[in-house]
């Protein structure tokens, strides 16, 4: 499992550390890549700004992102990632505070794969980043089209 | 007259010429005669004629009476019309005075009609506005609010995972409180949402087989807390026209209600029905710890909570919710209760 990358977009390091002592609690050791803002996460995927030069084929193996975020929210990431046909078949994970019914009409609108709400009990928190890992890590197939064989 | 014929026939007895004149003159007697009876004959004619004309006299005088009485009749007529006339040009000036002040009212009415739709569309706009401000209100709360707590909540516990050899007893209790009300707080802000949520949502009409429904939530209670033995009661083939999702949390809520406060009884019985009566009204009695009627208007105050937390958890916000919901459903809601007697909580769902 380590060469697949975890990208995880979210501002607040509080719920970055949290999200990573859960996925240590679940065994989960796979790389992860944090993007502090909306930018972050699209220069990421698409090699751009920090990431010029990036081989942007290495998809990671999922997307774990927050809706709230400085610059370009979740929202508009998603899109970004859903109008891209390189990234369109990425897993992407909606795993933010919120249940807003608008929220959730938009990211189910564009494609989401998930949306999970993350609970204020961390025990509870840190199950379903258990879960997450077991279905998008273990059992989950990813399209092939993102990596050259 | 008559003229001897037999004369006539003695013709040689006298002269010639005598004969002649004689017979001449018997002619012109003869003629005489008979003149005479014409001018009798003319004579009778013009009396009948001059009696005939003394009729049409009196007829023509009794029709120049008939026509002068005509005429008296008229005059007064006329004075009548014209009387009417005078009456009628009053009337119409009045109606014009009438019709004049109709039209001004009619145009203030204009006037206070605009000025009114232009306060309500103000209005209007006002509570769109208000609205806005209210979703985006809740939207911040939902996403800022938590994000805090499940830093309290998190970091609490991984103090006493990563660092428990090193706190004593009472710092793991003063940890454990703040797990404790953070995960408090998370729930109030969720029932906060969700009642401000109710006020907002859109209402969708529809029948609704409300035994079948308090069947499913039963069975969801049952379900959570399968150790327990708690009997329901439903009256059977009970509909209601009314949003479906909203009713669900009415049972929710009130069944759920029930089954807490029925914790302690062994012999827990939670009933659904609708009473008779001039305004028959859904109810959800239970046989559990009841309350006391001086408390009775608390209940549906969000917030407002009759029991401490170690005997019942909750937040305060599902009556409250029920209220809310049941107000925009058209009803009204209410409850009886004694301590230790168990409550029942009765709604109507349309105002008739």
Known sequence: ?149 | MMIDTSQQQEPDRRPPQLEDTQLALLNILGDFDAEKTQLEQTQTATFNILEDFNQEKARLEDAQRALLNILDDFDVEKAKVEQANLMLQSKSAELNVANEELQRARDTLEVRVEQRTAELQQRTSELEAANRELESFSYSVSHDLRAPLRSMDGFSLALVEDYGDKLDDQAKEYLSYIRSSSQLMGRLIDDILNLSRITRAEIHLDRVDFSALAEEVAEELRRAQPERRVEFVIAPHLEALADRNLLRLVLQNLLGNAFKFTGSRPAARIEFGVTAGDEPAYFVRDNGVGFDMAYANKLFKPFQRLHSDEEFSGTGVGLASVQRIIGRLGGRVWAEGHPGEGAVFYFTLHRS
């Open chain 1, 1 to 149: 499992m380590p060469d697949k990358i975890i990208l995880l977009v979210e501002d607040n390091p509080a719920d970055v550390t949290l999200t990573l002592r859960a996925m240590k609690r679940s065994n989960i050791a796979n790389e992860m890549v944090v993007a502090r803002d909306g930018v972050e996460a699209l220069d990421y995927l698409f090699g751009t700004g920090q990431y010029a030069g990036r081989d942007v084929a290495e998809l990671p193996v999922v997307v774990l992102l927050d809706l709230k975020l400085p610059k370009i929210d979740g929202i508009e990431v998603l899109r970004r990632i859903r109008a891209n046909p390189v990234t369109k078949p990425l897993p992407v994970v909606v795993l933010t505070s919120s249940r807003e019914p608008s929220d959730l009409t938009a990211c189910y609108d564009l494609a989401c794969n998930s949306y999970v709400r993350k609970p204020v009990d961390f025990n509870q928190f840190a199950e379903a980043v258990k879960q997450l890992g077991l279905y998008w890590l273990v059992l989950n197939e990813p399209a092939a089209a993102g990596k050259p064989p």
